[in-house]
């Protein structure tokens, strides 16, 4: 199983991944370390990505996906619809957790970040790419990392690949 936490930048995708993956006893790998430098550059800069600039980077994803061999957590933004149609080509089960918040918190997070190339300058083209899914686990950020982790643990029935 492959267990993409989704949402905007800012979203905690990488904080909740990395705390399921632990608890999980999977691996975890964040999306962004697939990205062109030419991506981080864009984004670093302010300046938002087309969908011609995330190709290759999807593309990427999709391919580890496939080459997967044991159960894993990847934290990526998959902001539409077809991205996730494309993520989904890589095969397995790939299941979806929407890291869902209101803006204004998603701002403050981003003001606050430290050492990420992604800041709040791209908030808002990431929430007019976004596509809502309808088909994902909907998970509001608004708790602690702690039990937001715990929640999707139950409501997936996820268990650990460790005896």
């Known amino acids: 199983m492959v267990l993409i936490i989704m949402g905007v930048a800012g979203a905690g995708k990488t904080t909740i991944g990395k705390l399921l993956a632990e608890k999980l006893k999977w691996k975890f790998y964040d999306a962004d370390d697939f990205h062109?430098?030419?991506?981080?550059?864009?984004?670093?800069?302010?300046?938002?990505?087309?969908?011609?600039?995330?190709?290759?980077?999807?593309?990427?994803?999709?391919?580890?996906?496939?080459?997967?061999?044991?159960?894993?957590?990847?934290?990526?933004?998959a902001l539409k619809e077809a991205y996730r149609q494309m993520l989904e080509e890589g095969g397995g089960d790939i299941r979806f957790v929407y890291?869902?918040?209101?803006?204004?918190?998603i701002k403050d997070r981003l003001m606050e970040r430290k050492g990420h190339f992604a800041g709040?300058?791209?908030?808002?083209?990431?929430?007019?790419?976004?596509?809502?899914?309808?088909?994902?686990?909907?998970?509001?950020?608004?708790?602690?990392?702690?039990?937001?982790?715990?929640?999707?643990?139950?409501?997936?029935?996820?268990?650990?690949?460790?005896?």
Not at 47 to 59: A, F, K, N, V, Y
């Open 36 to 77: 062109p430098k030419e991506n981080i550059e864009r984004i670093n800069n302010g300046i938002p990505l087309t969908d011609e600039d995330r190709l290759p980077w999807l593309l990427a994803i999709r391919d580890f996906i496939g080459r997967l061999k044991a159960p894993a957590v990847i934290a990526c933004s």
């Open 99 to 105: 890291l869902a918040g209101s803006p204004d918190l």
């Open 120 to 163: 709040a300058s791209i908030l808002e083209s990431q929430l007019g790419a976004l596509e809502e899914p309808e088909d994902a686990l909907r998970v509001d950020i608004g708790r602690d990392p702690e039990s937001i982790a715990e929640d999707i643990i139950r409501k997936l029935d996820l268990k650990s690949t460790i005896k």
